[in-house]
């Protein structure tokens, strides 16, 4: 099964301060995907990656950027954490193929203080 | 964007019981997924089901592209199937753009 791992489960931070999510995904896929989840709202995507070093923008990309340095890897960065950002975090990996499945991570829950 | 409505946004049921979740969706799509999240927050990859019908168990699934709606039936529940229920649809070239409904909070109780 694949596997796509997030390095933190819960995190906290203070306004202002950068964050990084990490997440590794281990089947090799072209495509990983950030999206927050708030009650209510269902999951947006904030930004996605097709390849090494492309990205493109969500739904909501705003307050947020991304890097891409290896394939397996794909972090999502909070310049300046404010508290409307306070949200689960899912990352998701999916192949290239257009009717492949998106598989998830199990989420960071960030709160920002 | 597609836009996609879930119902019933809540459901409780006896252990048991059987159940339909519905997903209707505002545009033609490429790919149509079903999750379920767990009460740990895990999203769990049920079905990919763009059309036709499909079964994992006492899960099935069938999507109606052509009416844009799509309808996970749930049988014999049980308490881990509680959790809230998701349909994502993907639409483009690449199918990389996907949009979620609101989802369906499901509670099993014995």
């Known amino acids: 099964d694949v596997k796509v791992t997030q390095s933190s489960r819960y995190l906290v931070k203070r306004t202002g301060e950068k964050v990084f999510l990490e997440c590794v995904q281990d089947m090799d896929h072209e495509n990983m995907f950030w999206y927050r989840q708030d009650p209510g709202l269902g999951l947006r995507l904030i930004y996605f990656s097709y390849d090494v070093k492309m990205k493109e923008k969500g739904d909501i990309p705003e307050g947020y950027s991304v890097s891409r340095e290896k394939k397996e890897r794909f972090s999502l960065i909070l310049e300046s954490a404010s508290t409307n950002q306070t949200s689960m975090y899912l990352c998701a990996s999916r192949s290239g193929l257009i009717n492949e499945k998106l598989f998830f991570g199990s989420g960071t829950q960030l709160s920002v203080l | ?110």
């Open chain 2, 1 to 110: 964007g597609i836009q996609v409505e879930q119902s019933p946004p809540d459901l409780i049921l006896q252990e048991g019981a059987n159940s339909t979740l519905r997903c209707n969706f505002s545009d033609s799509v490429n790919n149509l997924q079903w999750f379920h999240q767990n009460p740990w927050g895990q999203l769990i990859n049920l079905f990919y089901i763009p059309s036709g019908t499909k079964q994992n168990g006492r899960l099935s699934a069938t999507t109606v592209a052509t009416e844009r709606y799509s309808l996970l039936y749930i049988s014999s529940s049980q308490t881990t199937d509680s959790g809230v229920y998701f349909c994502a649809v993907g639409e483009g070239t690449t199918g990389n753009q996907f949009y979620f409904g609101t989802g369906t909070s499901l509670t099993v109780i014995p």
